[in-house]
């Protein structure tokens, strides 16, 4: 199973960016999946994370209420759609995926997922 982080780029304060991570060999049904971003200088931080079966969704303190995750099955793909982005949002954005737990399963925590795709660029600057 691989995943493709896509959508990066720069934006200004209070832009809006989506991400998309679309998983390939492995259906989504069966993967969490954690956003995690990783800016310059800092430790890895968990973003955002939706369970297996779609119900329970987590985000980090400093994105709630600017940041969406979502998911569409016929894509294999999840989303996180940004919103009111500020210079702290500023980092490589990556997904990861887990099969184990259960169907409920979320976390931010990276070391909770086994598999990671390559990250894409979101930098914030006027």
């Known amino acids: 199973v691989q995943l493709q982080a896509s959508g990066g780029g720069l934006v200004q304060p209070g832009g809006s960016l989506k991400l998309s991570c679309a998983v390939f060999?492995?259906?989504?049904?069966?993967?969490?999946i954690g956003w995690f971003r990783q800016a310059p200088g800092k430790e890895r931080e968990g973003v955002s994370c939706?369970?297996?079966?779609?119900?329970?969704?987590m985000y980090t303190g400093s994105v709630k209420g600017r940041f969406t995750v979502s998911r569409d099955i016929a894509k294999n793909t999840v989303y996180l759609q940004m919103h009111n982005l500020n210079l702290e949002d500023t980092a490589v954005y990556y997904c990861?995926?887990?099969?184990?737990?259960?169907?409920?399963?979320?976390?931010?925590?990276?070391?909770?997922?086994?598999?990671w795709g390559q990250g894409t660029l979101v930098t914030v600057s006027s």
């Open positions: 060999g492995g259906e989504l049904n069966y993967n969490a």
């Open positions: 939706i369970s297996r079966d779609g119900r329970k969704i």
């Open positions: 990861a995926r887990r099969t184990a737990g259960g169907s409920t399963f979320c976390s931010t925590r990276d070391a909770d997922f086994v598999e």
